[in-house]
């Protein structure tokens, strides 16, 4: 068991005191029980085919498979394309999966394997897909994934994409939950956050509540009440979607998802439902996007 809690220590670029084993070694034995436990967790879902449309998803869903998967020698397997550490990261300060990552070496024969491996993952996903060019006669998975970086991520694209961040954050609204669900509208802004912030452009929170708060434009008389109401309670961007979800889902609680044209005309009555007008609505989903909301 020492030598496991041994392992648990350099393995995230620590070096191990013997004298403090001694003083805590319940605490290191649990910690090495830890690590063996990771080890046999199950990987999370493969990620899908690339799409140049999803490159920043698609990109953050590989990261997030490997991260599930432990190489041989101890670390996620996404220490093999991880990025730079920002300059103003402090090694004591960072997270054990995030030291085991970068104190992974890149190179000798366990990173070769390793390598190997994720540019079989890249080529598989990118197979019969416009990124499969930019993974061709690439030796080693981090090497394609720097080409495939550099293609889709790279200063034109940055710049494409945080045009489309703003262009989004300019002309969406949330008027009714016929013409945008109050769900997709709060995604569509956070999206729009994250990219921007990815760029190197993030907004403050004051000017995500001030966005949130003037993009909502319905006009029912009790959500007007109920917006003045979250201004003065919610600080920030997440627990304001969190209180003006739960005012969506009783003002406009679930409703029949309107048939196609064909079937409404030729049926009045399906118009209605109790009495209330459902021909122009949509059905209420309580989708799992607003996930990502919560957690971040």
């Not at 990109?59 to 300059?87: F, H, T, W």
Request: include cysteine.
């Amino acid at each position: 068991m020492i030598g496991e809690s041994r392992n648990y220590k350099l393995c995230r670029g620590l070096s191990f005191n013997l004298d403090l084993y001694r003083q805590e070694a319940n605490s290191y034995i649990k910690y090495a029980e830890i690590d063996a436990e990771t080890g046999d967790d199950d990987a999370a879902d493969k990620p899908g085919k690339f799409k140049y449309a999803s490159w920043n998803k698609w990109e953050e869903s590989v990261y997030i498979y490997l991260d599930s998967i432990i190489s041989k020698n101890g670390a996620p397997l996404s220490y093999v394309i991880r990025k730079d550490l920002g300059q103003d990261a402090k090694w004591d300060e960072l997270d054990r999966k995030t030291q085991q990552i970068y104190n992974a070496p890149l190179q000798g024969f366990t990173f070769y394997l390793d390598s190997t491996k994720v540019l079989t993952l890249l080529k598989e996903l990118c197979l019969e897909t416009e990124a499969e060019t930019w993974c061709r006669n690439i030796k080693g998975g981090r090497a394609a994934m720097k080409a495939l970086q550099l293609h889709y991520d790279g200063p034109d694209e940055s710049k494409r994409r945080k045009e489309e961040a703003r262009a989004k954050l300019k002309y969406i609204y949330y008027k009714h939950e016929g013409a945008f669900i109050f769900e997709k509208f709060v995604t569509n802004l956070y999206d729009a956050f994250q990219i921007l912030e990815k760029y190197g452009e993030p907004l403050y929170k004051e000017e995500k509540l001030r966005l949130l708060f003037t993009k909502n434009q319905n006009a029912h008389p009790e959500f007007k009440q109920e917006i003045v109401i979250c201004r003065s309670k919610c600080s920030s961007f997440i627990s304001a979607v969190i209180y003006l979800k739960t005012v969506v889902a009783r003002l406009f609680p679930d409703v029949v998802k309107p048939k196609s044209r064909r079937n409404v005309s030729s049926n009045k009555a399906s118009k209605e439902l109790n009495g209330v007008d459902i021909s122009d609505l949509t059905r209420w989903y309580d989708s799992n996007e607003i996930r990502k909301l919560n957690e971040s």
